[in-house]
T-cell receptor, first 115, second 113 residues
């Protein structure tokens, strides 16, 4: 299966700053990556589908200017939380779809805490 | 939006007992998948069952699928303390941008040693 590396594992930042999260597919060329958000003790909510070489597809209710996604290569997608606020504090997880069976391989997640 | 509901929301059992988790979904599917998440970590794929399958086994895992009721169950037999985790069912929905995977609410399993 695909190996997905996500960095950083955790980040603490001040309100108003921007935070970039990287998601790398180490052994698989991923034309599509997915970004999820998870609040404590809740399920994963799909934020956006990251498409290599084109614009990301955002889910309803997700602000594209707030959560900037760049998928410049087949192995790297980045999520930038701009002008972070305390309500953006959450666990962000990226994933790659591996092969034709549609199962997902996940990064280890990034815990964002905005003070 | 979430595709499915899971029950129970939380389950606490003794080591050695079986754990059953249920999942319901709303739309037609090609397959249904189960994932496991340890606290504060990413998810790990456990098992995939296709819409034309009714039951599937993998080690101590047994998954059933009832497409007429739009429901699935995950059974973990002879549970171990290391099985303590959250378990999610997921379905892939086809939209204009391709497939996207939607997760159920999850069941938090606690296995007491």
């Amino acid at each position: 299966g695909a190996v997905v590396s996500q960095h950083p594992s955790w980040v603490i930042c001040k309100s108003g700053t921007s935070v970039k999260i990287e998601c790398r597919s180490l052994d698989f060329q991923a034309t599509t990556m997915f970004w999820y958000r998870q609040f404590p003790k809740q399920s994963l909510m799909l934020m956006a589908t990251s498409n290599e070489g084109s614009k990301a597809t955002y889910e309803q209710g997700v602000e594209k200017d707030k959560f900037l996604i760049n998928h410049a290569s087949l192995t790297l997608s980045t999520l930038t939380v701009t002008s972070a606020h305390p309500e953006d504090s959450s666990f962000y997880i990226c994933s790659v779809r591996g092969g034709v069976e549609e199962k997902l391989f996940f990064g280890s997640g990034t815990q964002l805490s905005v003070l | 939006s979430q595709q499915g509901e899971e029950d129970p929301q939380a389950l606490s059992i003794q080591e050695g007992e079986n754990a059953t988790m249920n999942c319901s979904y709303k739309t037609s599917i090609n397959n249904l998948q189960w994932y496991r998440q340890n606290s504060g970590r990413g998810l790990v794929h456990l098992i995939l069952i296709r819409s034309n399958e009714r039951e599937k086994h993998s080690g101590r895992l047994r998954v059933t699928l009832d497409t007429s009721k739009k429901s699935s169950s995950l059974l973990i037999t002879a549970s171990r303390a290391a099985d303590t985790a959250s378990y999610f069912c997921a379905t892939a929905l086809l939209n204009t941008g391709g497939f996207k995977t939607i997760f159920g609410a999850g069941t938090r399993l606690f296995v007491k040693a």
